[in-house]
Every structure is written in C-alpha cells, then in structure tokens.
C-alpha cells in the first residue's frame, strides 16, 4: 500500500499503527487519533450498509447498540444522519461527532433492484420465497420442508450444506435472503 508524504515523517510507532490499520479491515479503533488516521487512510463506514462488525470498528459502541442499528437499518428505518444514529442508538451526539471524519450516510431506494429487500429465510411463506427472482418451486419446496425437519438455517453456509445447493444458486440467493 502507498502511503501519503506525510507517513514518512510519523514515528515508528504511529507508522506500524497506520500499516496495521490499512490491512486489517475488521481492526478496532483504540482512540479518535486511530480514527484520524482512518479517515487520513481513506476508510470510511456507509453506516446504511455497516455489518455489526463495522460499527464495532468504532471505539465505544457496543455490540448491543451495534446489533440493534443494523437491525433498525435491516427493517426499514433510515438512518440518514450522525443525528439519526444518535436517537436510533442512544449513544451521545457529542461521542458520536468524533467520528463524522469516517462514517457516511446513503440512501437507498428501497424499491431499487440495486438494494434488494432480503427476505428472512427462516420465517417466509412460501408466497415470500416466490418473490426471489429464478428460484425455482422445488428450492422453495426444499427450504421449507428442510426448515420444518430440522430447523431454522444458521447461515448461508449451513443453507447451501443442508440443501447440497451449488455455488451459482448460493451466489444468487444471498443478495435476497437474510437469516
């Protein structure tokens, strides 16, 4: 990775924390001045799109108040703002501020084919899962008849385990269904 002019005059110290930083994407900020080099780095989290993985990024946050953000954005509320996230979250405005340098805010045509709304796998009717463009009646009828023998599906992979489907179906599926 290039680095601007100006990590040539850091420290060692803060030179190893910016290396560290550019090649671990789940590395958790310590303190605003990793936040500083985040956003000097060019990282930044689409707080709209951010798995609770990435806002665990962030020094502070929880992973209740993560889970339940991603969940909020999951179901529909629009989180727009440092403002938003703030009342969504409950967490400070002020403690949140700090962070404006890296988190950004889209929106999202909900009813954009570039932003699908996922479907819970687990919960669907078969009415739901018919909604999934190219899933075919026996897929459907396999989930549901998997799904009441052994139970919810884990994850994409205990999905595409238990149902013995290819890589092509999985590559499709996973843009439409959530677990």
Known sequence: MVFSSWSKKLNPRKRKLQQQIANDPYY???SLEEIAIAADLGIKIDVTQATVDDL???PGISIHQARNLV???RTGVEILSIED???ATNIPLSR???FANILTFSYYDP???LNPQKININQATREQLSIIPDISEQIIQEIISDRQQKGNYKNLV???KRLQLNAIIVSELM?????
């Open 28 to 30: 958790r900020f310590q």
């Open 56 to 58: 665990l990024r962030l």
């Open 71 to 73: 969940e909020l954005i």
């Open 85 to 87: 996230m703030s009342a």
């Open 96 to 98: 949140l501020k700090n």
């Open 111 to 113: 009813e954009s084919s």
């Open 158 to 160: 205990d999905l595409q």
């Open 175 to 179: 843009h439409y269904i959530t677990f």
